[in-house]
């Protein structure tokens, strides 16, 4: 494996962790297609060899509590190594609703 390239996989993907969890650390929204690019970003690292998963995740905790001051939320039970699935959790607030009609 060329470590040039792991580095610069683990670089970019600390970057992308960063932002999302800053996002939501700020009270922001992320969106979808940020958050399901950063799950790919993290497949695609397992697939191409890159990474193992407990190494994605580990990573994904330490940045989580970097910009939360609190340990990530347990999501081995939906965690899934062998396809890659490695679900990044969301702090998102529900939007606020209106009815659009006065019934």
Same mark, same amino acid.
């Given at each position: ?9 683990? /670089? ?31 497949? /695609? ?12 995740? &580990?990573?994904?905790?330490?940045r989580y509590?970097?910009?939360? +001051?609190?340990?990530?939320? &347990? ?14 959790? /969301? ?8 009815? +659009?009609?006065k019934d």
């Amino acid at each position: 494996m060329n470590a040039h390239v792991q580095d610069k996989f683990f /670089a970019q993907l600390t970057a992308y962790f960063d932002a999302v969890f800053e996002s939501y650390a700020n009270g922001l929204d992320v969106s979808p297609g940020d958050s399901l690019r950063l799950e790919g970003f993290m497949q /695609a690292g397992l697939v191409l060899g890159l990474a193992e998963g407990p190494e994605l995740v &580990d990573l994904m905790a330490r940045r989580y509590e970097l910009a939360f +001051s609190r340990p990530m939320p &347990d999501i081995f039970p939906e965690a899934n190594f062998t396809t890659g699935v490695i679900p990044v959790p /969301a702090a998102m607030c529900r939007a606020p609703v209106w009815p +659009s009609t006065k019934d």
